[in-house]
């Protein structure tokens, strides 16, 4: 009986789930009720409310969800190793592009001005805690670099070529895209010229 109710539960906080982002699609956070979400999920406001506290929470657990997908494809192409050597690295084994591709209308969504919250400021956030927690950088000898700092850099940098290839509609192979990042985290340059 428990193994039903359980189900009943993850099935009723999907759909209620799937039905805010699709109503999202079509009208800003704010002018979405709850009267609505359970109307168009066929369910009532007593079952909205067993599974979130406010319209807010529901929306922060959806992004939560997306971000956490997020890491896991980050992640991807060392999952069974500890020590990584970008200039050794498969592209192929890149798989966050694809995945970016395949859910295109979610983080087009999380993206637009549809919601309240700055998507942008946590999807480079993510990266930057990832980043933090679970990279060590070998640096050359004698480097001034303070590691904090080329996690920050790294991780917006990452995230600002993540929003610009979705918000320009994909112009580019996912294949070429895991070729760029690699070659943007090898790449140093001591010297640049000023264009007159």
Do not use: C
């Not at 979400?37 to 959806?62: M, P």
């Not at 004698?142 to 920050?152: A, Q, T």
């Amino acid at each position: 009986m428990t193994v039903q109710l359980d189900k009943r539960v993850l099935r009723s906080k999907s759909d209620i789930k799937h039905t805010f982002l699709r109503l999202l699609q079509d009208k800003p956070f704010q002018q979405i009720t709850i009267s609505e979400i359970v109307r168009e999920a066929s369910y009532n406001r007593g079952t909205f409310y067993a599974n979130f506290a406010t319209k807010e929470d529901l929306l922060g657990e959806i992004i939560q969800d997306v971000l956490e997908e997020f890491v896991n494809q980050i992640k991807h192409p060392y999952r069974y190793i500890t020590r990584v050597n970008l200039k050794e690295m498969h592209t192929e084994d890149i798989t966050l592009f694809l995945y970016l591709k395949e859910h295109a209308s979610i983080y087009k969504l999380l993206l637009s001005d549809h919601i309240q919250v700055d998507f942008r400021y946590q999807l480079a956030k993510t990266i930057e805690d990832l980043f933090v927690a679970e990279y060590e950088y070998e640096l050359e000898e004698g480097s001034r670099i303070d590691p904090k700092w080329l996690f920050i850099y790294r991780a917006h940098g990452v995230a600002g070529l993540l929003i610009r290839w979705i918000e320009e509609d994909f112009p580019t192979t996912p294949e070429y895209m895991s070729t760029q990042i690699v070659e943007l985290m090898l790449l140093s340059t001591a010297v640049f010229h000023v264009k007159k």
